[in-house]
């Protein structure tokens, strides 16, 4: 075997935490307020929203936010909520706005910039004025073709959120990749134990065979854990070339990749809310929307590079086929997880010294939502 | 346009209530405590109960209560609740009863009067007597036709409670009407949404094409908020005897009507839970019973005169439709409204001098339950 | 009649307890702390696991119990609960091991007698110990093939727990009896209803006239009430031998009970969670999952003596179709009774001088739950 445990040895103190840090929905509501509120959230691509009026929704816990490119081509967020009586505004997950957004109950019909363009009926109610009225700003940021949102007043800089992460995989070029597969899994697991899940691969020999075949279990290298991000990559076995089933495939490797970023896959969280999996070929993003302490809707995006889509006979379904079936052996065990720390017999276990990222993402958020 | 607004001009002050108000499951509870737990109920058709032991159920949030006709005539409404054991006494939601009400566990035994006839098996009970354990009563009284119970143990005379609607629509002999249709709606919105799209016809133009062709959305001729009701009339348009799809029917009108009742529609709304729709020809009520902050069932009555009923090829169904079509208008709205209000982005917004309904049925609720 | 009621007289004082202690979640949930979680608990019969491997799940609230035969023949009972990251170990109601329990998710493999026998990736853990992480154990008992478990840390020495019923009942033979029939049923009632409705037969002319036909309601001779049972027996009548249809069955009684035994029919209940009834020819029993104050799941055993069932022809049904059919009459009752009981009408009622074992099963309760 080629790959040895190099990582420092730790105590038998470092363990799991409290059922309630899972399963309590006091705790989860505070979640909410001090992380996904708070913070830049992933929403999707910006090829969801392609043209002037596309718009998209996306629901994070009770918010509902509508992700419309305005005349302009900006892209904007609001709430999908009507200003006058509250009204939600849109119903279907995406379509296409004719110029404006108008409320289906009073006709207030607002510009694809947010901003109030009419308001039936309130021309006899003083001091009324169009422009006091706008639908609620959500703040939107983009990253190589990512879509980014946050309920924040006053968010920190989006920049400062990536950290890093857009030139660490710059080569990559997502803005210029195209989704060929989108799939939407409901889970019946709290949002955190599907990051921890990500985070270590000591589960790879018995519930990822087919994984562990072609990224060995023990190769995974950790980055140092960032306040807004946690990371590692996996070295691709002698003779494979991406994660497919045979861990090959007809697709060329990204054009821009070096030799190194060929030899490799990458495992990254972008906190609260995203995991990145950067293969030679395609690229794998996930986006949760925490629907309750013990359920998590996870929208999954396949990207490849448009020339390969072009090329007669494209296929994606082995890279489709490879990550859907992980997906469904980790969702398992996510609710597995979930039901047995749920249940009266658990009690805190001892965590092993690879399972350091686990420990680092229970710091990181016991720190910004304090104590159970 | 035959029709301006001559309304008073009003303040941009005048705002939609905090979200709790429609979404806060301990103000649903404060409510029905207040509101619906203290006042006259509408409660169906004196029709529903044609004869000595015919029973209806009606559930208000966790009561269910039998309505039934005794031996003289009476009706009588009961929770139906045994007093031996506290069994349900009626599953079905109407039937009838053979004289008395047997409990299915032990067999006590009621009258139709609700007083205990035989109680096995206690005659070695020292001190139980018959007379002191009667079905708990509900109050119980009818207009023209309407039953209304009250939970309060000493409800306000119900003619206070009708306060004038039964003198105002007594030429409609609502009790000679028949019910010729009854549908049920189960709604995910708070009671009040739908009380307050029934007060407003500013949202007409938009949701109901069929409607507003009939009577302009700006003939609504509101009267001035009543403690027990609210009520507006509109005018049929040029051409036009009543609501239905051509706004013409071959149906005559009812027989006692003037001319100017003719030449209207009238809504109006008994509060809490009541809506009552009078055209020239027929009349709608619609009975709410509110099952949750955000859950509200409707029964709509659709009345029509028995001449016509009897007469050859009889047919409702134009009268029938449109209601149908306009309730699907507005449920979907005040569904959206609901799902609005309920989420993150909700903020109070501005009302029009159009909508003073609205702010009255709101100063009215917090007058009963206090503020949030 | 040859019956009649000798019962003392009762006061009609004697009433039952306000709506909170059948519907109030929070009672509930100090019940399971008070009782289920402290009590011994039937937990089905030892020939569901009949050799060293064998497995079956049960849940209490919850909790989620592995009961397991070990290599060495004897019954465990464990948390179905990894101790490493809290996982469930086991999805499937019942299956059987291969010699060892393996986590799914990290592989931590345990013994049939719940040890830790392999740990992976532990290895650079200072301090930890496979001895120090066993599975979390429940406490297993057995009575002449019954299964029982407690949750208590230190629970009553379960010959206490029996009190008597072990040797009362030791004619039956129980253990040399097999499982000819187990049924499931869900019902919408508190646990407590289902207990007093077992404990009275003042219901059965009305509810089940087939029991009745058979078992006069007024032959129920109680005992006085245990700390852990409460029991009656009832007797066959003239030309009945056994419960079924016709109160006849082509099964022979079994073998060593007396002329005595099999004059009676047998009702107990082993507080909290079993109820027991034991005829001539065969046993039924009861064992309750509490899933919430007003659902309860009740799964029976239908058990026959082996040389019934190797006679050519055998055919339970007689008795699984009699008790099947008297338990939908009962749930049917106490479904109707936790509707009432949860309702606004519900007041306490007089209890008669026949229902003194319900009564003492609320004392009971009261006396380790505390008043509402």
Same mark, same amino acid.
């Given at each position: 075997?080629?790959?040895? =445990?190099?990582?420092?040895?730790?105590?038998?103190?470092?363990?799991?935490?409290?059922?309630?840090?899972?399963?309590?929905?006091?705790?989860?509501?505070?979640?909410?307020?001090?992380?996904?509120?708070?913070?830049?959230?992933?929403?999707?691509?910006?090829?969801?929203?392609?043209?002037?009026?596309?718009?998209?929704?996306?629901?994070?816990?009770?918010?509902?936010?509508?992700?419309?490119?305005?005349? @302009?081509?900006?892209?904007?967020?609001?709430?999908?909520?009507?200003?006058?009586?509250?009204?939600?505004?849109?119903?279907?997950?995406?379509?296409?706005?004719?110029?404006?957004?108008?409320?289906?109950?009073?006709?207030?019909?607002?510009?694809?910039?947010?901003? !109030?363009?009419?308001?039936?009926?309130?021309?006899?109610?003083?001091?009324?004025?169009?422009?006091?009225?706008?639908?609620?700003?959500?703040?939107?940021?983009?990253?190589?073709?990512?879509?980014?949102?946050?309920?924040?007043? =006053?968010?920190?800089?989006?920049?400062?959120?990536?950290?890093?992460?857009?030139?660490?995989?710059?080569?990559?070029?997502?803005?210029?990749?195209?989704?060929?597969?989108?799939?939407?899994?409901? !889970?019946?697991?709290?949002?955190?134990?599907?990051?921890?899940?990500?985070?270590?691969?000591?589960?790879?020999?018995?519930?990822?065979?087919? !994984?562990?075949?072609?990224?060995?279990?023990?190769?995974?290298?950790?980055?140092?854990?960032?306040?807004?991000?946690?990371?590692?990559?996996?070295?691709? @076995?002698?003779?494979?070339?991406?994660?497919?089933?045979? @861990?090959?495939?007809?697709?060329?490797?990204?054009?821009?990749?070096?030799?190194?970023?060929?030899?490799?896959?990458?495992?990254?969280?972008?906190?609260?809310?995203?995991?990145?999996?950067?293969?030679?070929?395609?690229?794998?993003?996930?986006?949760?929307?925490?629907? @309750?302490? =013990?359920?998590?809707?996870?929208?999954?995006?396949?990207?490849?590079?448009?020339?390969?889509?072009?090329?007669?006979?494209? =296929?994606?379904?082995?890279?489709?086929?490879?990550?859907?079936?992980?997906?469904?052996?980790?969702?398992?065990?996510?609710?597995?997880?979930?039901?047995?720390?749920?249940?009266?017999?658990?009690?805190?276990?001892?965590?092993?010294?690879?399972?350091?990222?686990?420990?680092?993402?229970?710091?990181?958020?016991?720190?910004?939502?304090?104590?159970?």
């Amino acid at each position: 075997m080629r790959y040895v =445990d190099t990582r420092p040895k730790t105590e038998v103190g470092t363990m799991t935490l409290p059922a309630g840090y899972y399963a309590d929905p006091g705790y989860f509501a505070r979640e909410l307020e001090a992380v996904h509120l708070r913070m830049w959230l992933y929403a999707g691509r910006v090829e969801d929203v392609p043209e002037p009026g596309s718009y998209v929704l996306r629901q994070v816990a009770n918010a509902s936010v509508v992700l419309v490119r305005d005349e @302009g081509g900006h892209i904007r967020a609001f709430h999908n909520v009507c200003r006058h009586r509250g009204t939600r505004l849109c119903k279907e997950a995406s379509g296409r706005f004719s110029g404006t957004i108008q409320c289906k109950y009073h006709a207030w019909t607002y510009r694809l910039d947010g901003t !109030l363009k009419k308001a039936p009926h309130m021309e006899n109610v003083a001091g009324f004025r169009e422009e006091d009225w706008p639908l609620s700003k959500v703040h939107v940021a983009t990253w190589d073709g990512l879509l980014f949102i946050s309920f924040a007043e =006053d968010p920190i800089p989006f920049s400062e959120h990536l950290n890093g992460m857009d030139t660490r995989f710059r080569n990559w070029r997502m803005h210029e990749l195209v989704t060929v597969e989108r799939r939407v899994y409901q !889970l019946r697991a709290n949002w955190k134990l599907i990051i921890q899940n990500y985070h270590e691969c000591l589960h790879c020999p018995i519930a990822h065979p087919q !994984l562990q075949r072609i990224t060995h279990f023990l190769s995974g290298d950790n980055e140092p854990p960032q306040p807004t991000w946690l990371g590692s990559r996996m070295d691709l @076995g002698p003779g494979f070339t991406t994660l497919t089933a045979d @861990g090959k495939t007809r697709r060329r490797p990204l054009p821009h990749l070096t030799d190194e970023e060929r030899r490799h896959v990458y495992y990254y969280a972008v906190l609260p809310n995203m995991l990145l999996n950067l293969a030679p070929d395609y690229v794998v993003t996930f986006m949760f929307n925490p629907q @309750g302490v =013990d359920r998590t809707e996870v929208t999954c995006h396949w990207l490849m590079h448009p020339d390969e889509v072009a090329r007669p006979g494209f =296929d994606p379904s082995d890279a489709v086929d490879f990550w859907h079936l992980t997906n469904e052996q980790d969702w398992e065990l996510s609710d597995l997880a979930q039901a047995g720390i749920s249940s009266r017999g658990y009690r805190p276990g001892p965590f092993s010294n690879r399972e350091e990222m686990l420990t680092a993402m229970d710091r990181w958020v016991l720190e910004r939502v304090g104590t159970l």
